[in-house]
């Protein structure tokens, strides 16, 4: 195993750095992504981004670095104009002036707003974005994905590991259900189970900022095809292993999936479960 050495104690969690890819076409998503970039879709009234976010806010967190791609705009608009959206206010046409007159809830976050190009992979965005990084370790997350991850456990375990990444590996719920036979007679049916065997990347990474700077400059640099398999080869690659919640939205029927379990008040990403759920 290549450890790498960290002279100094580690990073504070408060003062951690989040990097967000939210770039990519999201072309399984084409009901909602033809008009807007695939973490802009709403869940519970909210961008999934926004709910990510909050996930790492409840561990204290508040920087991000946000890798904009397709329809980045969209998502610098949603921040620029992120008070107004959350209170309300009075628009004077005459003399285009706004008044916020009553403030909604506000997050004490910094967010950083990373042009990486419209066609650029998930390593490649990655890299680009990296010079707004202040620290030498950062967190690091996929835009379209919510996880009842205990972050704090998963910082830990990256110091514990001494490697240079550190991967949430999760067990997805299957796509379809099980069945048990036994002649012609089913002996047991499972809907949808969460699948035994096999661990995929769920995202919520942890990074050593130095593998950044390893990365080759070229736009099609894939983070999972290129530098995670380059990094397991090298013995630099850990798994924190996390058995609870995991959802992405790669559909329109995920997508429906979160806002029915927000509607029930189940929402483990948040750390609200519905008793019922």
């Known amino acids: 195993m290549v450890q790498s050495q960290t002279a100094q104690p580690p990073l504070a969690l408060q003062d951690m750095e989040v990097m967000i890819l939210a770039g990519g076409l999201g072309t399984r998503l084409r009901e909602e992504t033809d008009i807007r970039p695939k973490p802009m879709v709403e869940i519970n009234g909210r961008p999934i981004l926004w709910h990510i976010m909050k996930l790492y806010s409840r561990f204290g967190i508040k920087n991000f670095v946000v890798c904009l791609g397709y329809k980045g705009d969209v998502i610098r608009d949603y921040f620029l104009n992120y008070v107004h959206h959350q209170s309300d206010i009075a628009v004077d046409l005459g003399s285009h002036s706004v008044e916020v007159l009553a ?3 506000e997050e004490n976050w910094r967010v950083v707003l990373a042009d990486t190009g419209r066609d650029s ?3 490649a965005r990655l890299k ?17 994905g919510v996880c009842d991850v205990d972050i704090a456990k998963l910082y830990d375990a990256h110091n514990d590991a001494g490697r240079d990444v550190t991967v949430t590996a999760v067990h997805p719920e299957a796509r379809f259900g099980e069945i048990e036979i036994d002649g012609n007679a089913i002996t047991e049916f499972v809907e949808k ?13 942890v990074f050593n ?11 099609a640099l894939s983070l999972e095809q290129e530098v995670l398999t380059g990094l397991a080869s090298q013995g630099r690659l850990s798994a924190f292993q ?3 919640f995991w959802q992405c939205v790669d559909t329109y029927r995920e997508m429906l999936l979160l806002n029915e379990m927000c509607a029930r008040g189940h929402i483990p990403w948040l750390g609200q479960y519905a008793p019922d759920a």
Request: aromatic share 10%; charged share 20%; proline share 6%.
């Open 121 to 123: 992979n998930t390593g």
């Open 242 to 244: 996390h058995n609870g």
């Open 193 to 205: 189970p969460q699948t035994g065997s096999g661990w995929i990347n769920g995202g919520f990474l």
């Open 209 to 219: 900022k130095k593998v950044f700077a390893e990365m080759p400059d070229k736009p």
């Open 128 to 144: 680009i974005a990296s010079k707004y990084l202040k620290n030498d370790v950062c967190m690091a997350t996929y835009g379209d």
């Open 103 to 105: 403030r909604g809830n």
